[in-house]
């Protein structure tokens, strides 16, 4: 079993100090002499660690949520901002057919949304999708194919994607409903509250 870091050494005046304002707090105004990761997972810790003494970090997949969260919480603001990069550039290389990176991407957009109350990145995606009506329409078909799969909050933003495209998410939750066996869920139920049925023309 891999180990990583939970609890890191931290000390006045050192470089994580000067590449975090709330590093910087915990030693010199509350005295801490420890740094306490255990919210935050696996080998994105080292890397956050290694970059805040370098100034230098490869963000990927495997690490990309992590070290957003831990430079949102530690207020590190160059790697807020090359995390937000980060995921343009993977919005700017997405293809129309792949639907699994884009599913990837929502989410990825979606999670900030809800854990750091952050909306650039869902703004991206949106602004990515919406470029061209075919891949919309794919991407919503596709990722409502599994409602009950979906929480509210994916949903919102899947109703927010769809726009005057309205028969879409109807066609999906009529799908939803015909399965043998389906029954009207909490899922369910959020979408006939929040899609605009009046919209749906003859």
Known sequence: KQWYQRRVAITPGMIMSLNSCVIDDLTTEQH????EMEDFGGPAVDCF?????TGEIAVDKATF??????AHAFKVYWLITKCFEYFRHLIHQMTEEDFEEMRYLFEEAEYV??????RNFVNVFIQKISFLEATKE??????MRDIPARSE???SLVVEIAGNSVQLLANSLAASLRVE???LDDTSRFLLKNINFTALKD
């Open 32 to 35: 801490q002499s420890t740094l």
């Open 49 to 53: 660690i290694e970059g805040c003494y």
């Open 65 to 70: 949520r992590e070290l957003n969260k831990m």
């Open 113 to 118: 949304l809800k854990a750091l109350k952050k």
């Open 138 to 143: 794919m991407f919503v078909t596709s990722y």
């Open 153 to 155: 909050s994916q949903l």
């Open 181 to 183: 066996g389906a029954q």
